[in-house]
């Protein structure tokens, strides 16, 4: 089993651009707060990077559209979230609304090990 983090922003490079600027001008309005916790301008945070490391799960990362791609019988499923995935088959575990609620990386570095103590 591993976890399946998924972004609700898409992974071309205009899209990333786009990203940064929107997160920079008005974070406020980001549409991604897994990506606004967890990532600074343009990489990822160190101290989210370590989290995941220190996790018993292997997790994956995926974007919006490759999410799509790759699961389309869950695309209507709100964005970001968080799944398990056995067997290439997702189980969601943390919806968009729960990583909305989170105001810091501490909040939802908790918030994971909440739904992955729970199983």
């Not at 991604?32 to 990532?39: A, K, S």
């Not at 990362?61 to 791609?69: P, S, T």
């Amino acid at each position: 089993m591993k976890l399946l983090f998924v972004y609700n922003a898409d992974s071309s490079a205009f899209a990333k651009l786009k990203d940064v600027i929107h997160k920079t001008v008005s974070p406020a309005t980001y549409q991604c707060n897994l990506c606004g916790l967890t990532y600074g301008t343009v990489s990822m945070k160190n101290e989210w990077k370590e989290f995941i490391s220190k996790l018993n799960f292997k997790s994956d990362f995926l974007h919006k559209d490759e999410f799509k791609k790759s699961y389309p019988q869950l695309r209507d499923i709100q964005l970001p979230a968080v799944f398990t995935l056995t067997d290439n088959n997702p189980k969601q575990i943390i919806t968009a609304g729960e990583i909305k609620r989170q105001r810091t990386l501490g909040d939802l570095e908790n918030l994971v090990l909440q739904k992955i103590n729970s199983f």
